[in-house]
C-alpha cells in the first residue's frame, strides 16, 4: 500500500483516485473546486479544497510524506506545469505530471516531473492498435519495442500442445498466460493442449508478435 497525493480531479484524475481505491492505496485528493473534491470522497482517504499553486496549501499537505504526487491537471498547463515544479522544490519524493503534447512533456521533466503521462496519446495508440488487427484483444506496452498482447488462439493451433509450437524459437515470443472461460492460468505447462475459444497472453518484440499472429 502507498500513499499518494492525486491533484487535479476531473475525469481524468477522477479515474485514477478510483482504480487507486481499488487497489487500496490511501490517496490524499485535492481540486480546487469544491463539487470535484465532494464527487470523489467515496473513493479516497482524504480530501481537501484547494490550488496546487499555493506554496503555503502544498506545505500545509506534507508532500515529502508521500510516496508519489500525480499532477491530473488537465486544462490549464500553467498551473500543472507550477504545481509540478512546486511539488519537487518543496521536497516530493516522486512526481507523476500528465501532458497532452510532446512539448508539454519536455517543460515538465525540465521543471520537476519524474515522469510524465500521456492519456490521450496513449489511449489513442492502444485503440488504433486494438481496433486495427485481427485476433488481438488487449494490449499493453512495456517500451518502445516491447508489448504484452492478449490474443485468439489461432485456428492453425488447436490441438497442438505450447511445446509442440515451439514458438519460442520459431517466432522470438513467450506465452506466458493462457485464458479460458474467463479464468487466467499464468504459466501454463507446455505440455497443455491448446482448445478453440482460449486466449493466449505473449510477451515479445512488436514486430515479432505481430508477425506470428498475423496482427
Given at each position: 500500500?502507498?500513499?499518494?497525493?492525486?491533484?487535479?480531479l476531473?475525469?481524468?484524475?477522477?479515474?485514477?483516485?478510483?482504480?487507486?481505491?481499488?487497489?487500496?492505496?490511501?490517496?490524499?485528493?485535492?481540486?480546487?473546486?469544491?463539487?470535484?473534491?465532494?464527487?470523489?470522497?467515496?473513493?479516497?482517504?482524504?480530501?481537501?479544497?484547494?490550488?496546487?499553486?499555493?506554496?503555503?496549501?502544498?506545505?500545509?499537505?506534507?508532500?515529502?510524506?508521500?510516496?508519489?504526487?500525480?499532477?491530473?491537471?488537465?486544462?490549464?498547463?500553467?498551473?500543472?506545469?507550477?504545481?509540478?515544479?512546486?511539488?519537487?522544490?518543496?521536497g516530493?519524493r516522486?512526481?507523476?505530471?500528465?501532458?497532452a503534447?510532446?512539448?508539454?512533456?519536455?517543460?515538465?521533466?525540465?521543471?520537476?516531473?519524474d515522469?510524465?503521462?500521456?492519456?490521450?496519446?496513449?489511449?489513442?495508440?492502444?485503440?488504433?492498435i486494438?481496433?486495427?488487427?485481427?485476433?488481438?484483444?488487449?494490449?499493453?506496452?512495456?517500451?518502445?519495442?516491447?508489448?504484452?498482447?492478449?490474443?485468439?488462439?489461432?485456428?492453425?493451433?488447436?490441438?497442438?500442445?505450447?511445446r509442440?509450437?515451439?514458438?519460442?524459437?520459431?517466432c522470438?515470443i513467450?506465452?506466458?498466460?493462457?485464458?479460458?472461460?474467463?479464468?487466467?492460468?499464468?504459466?501454463?505447462?507446455?505440455?497443455?493442449?491448446?482448445?478453440?475459444?482460449?486466449?493466449?497472453?505473449?510477451?515479445?518484440?512488436n514486430?515479432?508478435?505481430?508477425?506470428?499472429?498475423?496482427?
Open positions: 500500500m502507498k500513499s499518494i497525493l492525486l491533484i487535479g476531473g475525469r481524468f484524475g477522477r479515474h485514477i483516485a478510483i482504480q487507486l481505491n481499488q487497489l487500496g492505496h490511501q490517496v490524499m485528493a485535492v481540486d480546487s473546486r469544491e463539487d470535484r473534491v465532494k464527487a470523489v470522497m467515496p473513493y479516497v482517504t482524504n480530501s481537501l479544497v484547494g490550488s496546487g499553486t499555493n506554496p503555503a496549501f502544498l506545505v500545509s499537505l506534507g508532500v515529502r510524506n508521500y510516496d508519489v504526487c500525480i499532477v491530473a491537471i488537465g486544462n490549464d498547463f500553467q498551473s500543472s506545469l507550477e504545481t509540478t515544479s512546486l511539488l519537487k522544490e518543496l516530493a516522486m512526481v507523476v505530471a500528465r501532458a503534447r510532446d512539448v508539454q512533456a519536455r517543460f515538465l521533466l525540465r521543471n520537476g516531473a515522469e510524465v503521462v500521456y492519456p490521450e496519446k496513449q489511449m489513442a495508440k492502444w485503440t488504433a486494438r481496433y486495427s488487427s485481427n485476433h488481438l484483444l488487449d494490449y499493453i506496452e512495456l517500451d518502445s519495442s516491447h508489448a504484452m498482447y492478449e490474443v485468439s488462439v489461432p485456428a492453425h493451433w488447436v490441438g497442438h500442445t505450447i509442440g509450437l515451439d514458438v519460442r524459437n520459431r522470438h513467450t506465452i506466458i498466460g493462457l485464458k479460458k472461460n474467463g479464468q487466467l492460468e499464468l504459466s501454463p505447462s507446455p505440455d497443455l493442449r491448446l482448445e478453440a475459444g482460449e486466449t493466449l497472453l505473449v510477451l515479445g518484440l514486430r515479432d508478435v505481430q508477425k506470428c499472429f498475423d496482427l
